[in-house]
């Protein structure tokens, strides 16, 4: 009789952390590898957040706290979406959990029976399909591409409910595409979304404060009749460059929260008390250093965008926020390496690139969106300079 359990035969392990730790192992080997694949801020955590957390654990704030989170944090998590997005949520309201991810899982679990279907718009996340899969659900997947900003048309959201509908998850701004939907292009999919209700919303927030030209919109704040029904899920990993800190948290109805509090109390219990300390300090503490951050991405953006145009073959969107690009490759396919290696795929693109170059990116049939990949700007100007260099190189060399 087998050991491992049938479920774990519906995901696949990330395909993004594997990426990292393969630069990661090619790095100790001594390989000259830029790894431009990761989804982390290469600003330090603001020094006032990382005091509280000292401050935290010298004070013995080192003990279990409720479940959901200490009411501190809730209070200044809801604040936070009262001040942002005008949304009211009491404290109950409110579950702080070990990073978004958590989140997302807890909603699933507590939700989806066998064969409920989540819409997910693609290109997207790697970890939507598996947690919905792996909660029993259906993932259906909607294309959104490049000629639409990669943003989701409402006739398409509408052709994609059915009676087995339970979920529609939006990421704004999206990882990969860094497209951003403002309120005016959420209104056509919240109208759309108020003629079907038993459809739930999980609208992904956690790059909300990483945009460059307007500040993207959430479900609720457009269509407040749509709260009753919707997790609004965010957390202080990019923001507040705390990636390793996990902590991840959401507003959501008061039944379905209990329940995620419940589910919650047999998984992990309370995240850490003094990653709490940490969000609490960033979510009430000074926020300058988001615009000097947000001001780095934009930059390293333009000059990423700008190089990528230039390689032949590629064609790369402009996005709108995140710190992601997410370059068509097509114009590279069925060529060959001057080492003799078919360009079949967006797979073997990204694969030969880190052999013959030494850049990392993430394929883009990881995202659902074959013929693409994702890099990241997430690191120094230098950096992207060269690894631009390199992949404009690459593509002259093709034939």
């Not at 050991?3 to 090619?26: C, G, N, W, Y």
């Not at 947690?131 to 990669?150: R, S």
């Not at 930059?299 to 965008?305: H, K, L, P």
Request: proline residues 6%; hydrophobic residues 40%; negative net charge.
């Amino acid at each position: 009789m087998p050991l491992i359990a049938e479920r774990l035969d519906r995901i696949s392990p990330s395909q993004t952390i594997a990426v990292r730790q393969k630069v990661a192992a090619l790095k100790r080997e001594g390989r000259g590898v830029l790894g431009v694949s990761s989804g982390e801020p290469d600003f330090n955590t603001p020094q006032h957040v990382k005091d509280a957390a000292i401050l935290a654990i010298e004070s013995g704030e080192t003990k279990y706290t409720d479940v959901a989170g200490t009411p501190e944090l809730r209070r200044a998590v809801a604040d936070k979406f009262r001040r942002d997005s005008g949304i009211d949520y009491r404290t109950e309201e409110i579950i702080i959990s070990t990073g978004a991810k958590q989140v997302m899982f807890n909603a699933m679990l507590a939700t989806l029976n066998e064969g409920d279907e989540a819409i997910i718009p693609t290109p997207c996340w790697v970890s939507y399909p598996d947690i919905v899969a792996l909660a029993g659900g259906k993932p259906v997947f909607v294309p959104c591409g490049q000629n639409h900003g990669f943003k989701l048309r409402a006739d398409d959201l509408e052709a994609a409910i059915t009676p087995r509908t339970r979920w529609f998850i939006l990421n704004n701004p999206c990882n990969p595409t860094g497209a951003a939907y403002s309120a005016t292009d959420l209104r056509p999919l919240c109208d759309v979304l108020l003629r079907h209700p038993d459809v739930w919303v999980l609208t992904d927030d956690i790059y909300e404060k990483i945009a460059y030209d307007e500040t993207p919109a959430t479900i609720v704040q457009v269509e407040p009749r749509l709260k009753d029904r919707t997790i609004t899920m965010n957390g202080v990993s990019k923001a507040y460059a705390m990636t390793g800190w996990r902590i991840g948290f959401a507003g959501a109805p008061l039944p379905l929260i209990k329940a995620m509090d419940k589910l919650q109390s047999q998984s992990t219990s309370n995240t850490s008390s003094i990653g709490q300390a940490a969000a609490l300090a960033a979510l009430t503490g000074p926020t300058d250093f988001i615009d000097t951050m947000v001001s780095a991405f934009r930059q390293r953006r333009d000059i990423v965008v700008e190089m990528l145009n230039a390689a032949p073959g590629i064609t790369c969107h402009k996005p709108e926020g995140t710190f992601y690009v997410f370059p068509s490759m097509a114009g590279c396919l069925h060529k060959t390496t001057p080492h003799d290696v078919r360009i079949t795929d967006d797979l073997a693109f990204v694969t030969a690139l880190l052999e013959e170059e030494g850049v990392a990116l993430v394929h883009g049939t990881v995202f659902l969106c074959p013929d693409h990949f994702r890099l990241s700007y997430a690191t120094d100007t230098e950096t992207l300079r060269e690894a631009c260099a390199r992949i404009q190189r690459f593509c002259r060399s093709l034939r």
